[in-house]
């Protein structure tokens, strides 16, 4: 199983950026998938969630409305497309798998939001 992000980056508040996570090495399509970040100092939390099929999505209260994930089965994979960004959305950020009992993650993204 693998998990790569990509798209981060440094972008100024009132920005727009849009992560990937490419995967591989299990039936994408099967699985539910979800974006975590984690702030310097700070525990990784969870961001937003999408079922395996794409119909239902959940967010974190802290994105809602700005953020929006989504999914490519045909590509094997799942987007965050981030909006109206603040200072506070600076994070590593890191899509996750649950798969059979175990956790598997991406390394990571970097998104500095600054002037």
């Known amino acids: 199983v693998q998990l790569v992000e990509s798209g981060g980056g440094l972008v100024q508040p009132g920005g727009s950026l849009r992560l990937s996570c490419a995967t591989s090495?299990?039936?994408?399509?099967?699985?539910?998938m979800s974006w975590y970040r984690q702030a310097p100092g700070k525990e990784r939390e969870w961001v937003a969630g999408?079922?395996?099929?794409?119909?239902?999505?959940n967010y974190a209260d802290s994105v809602k409305g700005r953020f929006t994930i989504s999914r490519d089965n045909a590509k094997n994979t799942v987007y965050l497309q981030m909006n109206s960004l603040k200072p506070e959305d600076t994070a590593v950020y890191y899509c996750?798998?649950?798969?059979?009992?175990?956790?598997?993650w991406g390394q990571g993204t970097q998104v500095t939001v600054s002037s």
């Open positions: 996750r798998l649950l798969r059979l009992g175990y956790y598997y």
């Open positions: 090495g299990f039936t994408f399509s099967s699985y539910d």
């Open positions: 999408i079922t395996s099929t794409g119909t239902s999505t």
